[in-house]
């Protein structure tokens, strides 16, 4: 049973492995703005000015550094121009964004329409770095830890009852129970795939629901062997017995440092 349980878990480990790999050399990947500090329209509106002020900066500097004449005047007014090119783009970035958007899908007609505009339109919402007073992220990451483990067990049960639909379990699957053993054909993992939603992830692995919904039919099958051999051994690999709980704030305008908003 041992060797049966660490199959399992490099099995699960490989399969993520070969999604991540598989969407690394295929999908495009754009880092985010605040990563990259980059600007829609950079290149074309602002770059051509901030040469222009560094070449004549440059020019002034070898010149002494004058505070009149041409090269002076010069140097002043490239530099105006540049700044003012970025205000200027900072001002019309949503619209130079959304003609791009279009022109992409005029060219392509693969491509999603109405997932575009959600991208678009989606408001994240900020994460507040205090709740309840607490500042240090463990700290508030265990105040929601708590707030959840009250509303789970909010719902009375009876020990005994729950003892004995666990025992009824754990005998099925030392017995080998039929109904534990009846496989999951590459097919019906194929149809649950199909009805996942783009763009969710669990957290923990960095998979998401693009990584099955983009994938070949290998998947399926590998996917429908690993879940048949969950059952079997009623064992879930560890990486599968993780989640994340991810605190959304009640409303638009919600007080996002006090816990109960969530």
Known sequence: MRDHVA?????????????????????PITKPRSESGRIPGWTEFVAPLRAQSIFWHKLWCDNGRPHSGLVADIMRKTRVRYH???????????????????SALSENNSRDFWLEIKCIKQNRSAVSGVVDGLCDSSDI????????????????????????????LDELVLNGSPLLRSLISPNETSCAINSLKRGKSEGSSSLSTDHFINACDKLSVHLSILFSAMLVHGYAPSAMSKSTVIPIPKGRHANITVSCNY
């Open 7 to 27: 199959s399992l878990n490099r099995y699960a480990a490989k399969i993520t492995e070969a999604c991540h790999k598989s969407a690394k050399n295929v999908i």
């Open 84 to 102: 003012a090119g970025i205000r200027q783009l900072r001002k019309h970035e949503a619209e130079i964004v959304n003609k791009r958007i279009a």
């Open 141 to 168: 990451a265990n105040l929601f830890a708590s707030k959840f483990q009250d509303l789970y067990t909010q719902v009375s049960y009876d020990c005994n009852d729950m003892q004995n639909i666990r025992d009824e």
